[in-house]
C-alpha cells in the first residue's frame, strides 16, 4: 500500500469518527431535573416514578386543559391555583428557576388527575411527559350542587438545566405518547 493511500485512509477514518460523534451529539436527549410540589409536605420534592394508570378515552380531555410555563409574577397571577399553592409560588426565585403548571381545569370529580412525569430535551425541542387520570366514566354533566375541583401540578425546573436556551417548542404528551398541548416559550439565562 502506497503512503499516500494510507495516509487518506487515516483522515477518512478520522472524518468518519467525528461525523459519528456530531450526528450522536446533535440527537442527544438531556433529562431535566425538576421538583414537584406536594401538598403532604407542602414544599417541592425531587420528582419520583410516581405512576398513575391512563384511563382517558381518545380525544376526550377536558375543553379547559391547560399547559404554561411560569416565567415571572407577571405570569403567576395568569394561572388558577389555589391558596396555599399560590403563596408557595410567589416565593420563586425567578431569577433561577421557573414553573412548569399543568391543569385539567375545574372539574367535579377528584378522581381526575395529572402529573408530570418526565421533561427531555432534544435541540430546541422540550417534550413533557404527564400523565392523566379519569373516573372509570366520564362524568360530563356537571352537579348541580357541591364543589369543583382544580387538578393541577406544578413543578419547579432550574433555568440552569435547559441545554439550550431561547425560543423553544414545548410539547405535552400523554402516557400512551399522545400529543396533547405544544407552544413556543423564550427560555433566557
Known amino acids: 500500500m502506497k503512503k499516500s493511500h494510507l495516509i487518506l485512509l487515516i483522515v477518512t477514518l478520522i472524518i468518519t469518527v467525528f461525523s459519528a460523534y456530531s450526528l450522536a451529539e446533535i440527537n442527544q436527549i438531556y433529562k431535566i431535573a425538576f421538583e414537584c410540589f406536594t401538598y403532604d409536605y407542602n414544599r417541592y420534592l425531587a420528582a419520583d416514578n410516581y405512576k398513575m394508570s391512563d384511563k382517558w378515552w381518545e380525544n376526550q380531555y377536558p375543553k379547559e386543559i391547560n399547559f404554561s410555563i411560569v416565567r415571572n409574577q407577571r405570569e403567576l397571577e395568569s394561572i388558577s391555583l389555589d391558596i396555599e399553592l399560590k403563596k408557595k409560588a410567589k416565593r420563586t426565585d425567578f431569577e433561577k428557576d421557573m414553573l412548569l403548571y399543568c ?76 400529543q396533547i398541548f405544544r407552544k413556543h416559550y423564550e427560555i433566557e439565562n
Open 103 to 178: 391543569s385539567l381545569g375545574f372539574l367535579n370529580s377528584y378522581d381526575y388527575r395529572i402529573k408530570v412525569m418526565d421533561i427531555a430535551q432534544r435541540e430546541n425541542t422540550v417534550e413533557v411527559r404527564v400523565s392523566t387520570n379519569s373516573p372509570e366514566k366520564l362524568q360530563t354533566e356537571k352537579k348541580h350542587f357541591g364543589s369543583y375541583y382544580l387538578p393541577v401540578d406544578l413543578v419547579k425546573i432550574k433555568r440552569e438545566s435547559f441545554v439550550k436556551k431561547g425560543k423553544l417548542l414545548f410539547i405535552f404528551k400523554d402516557q400512551t405518547g399522545k
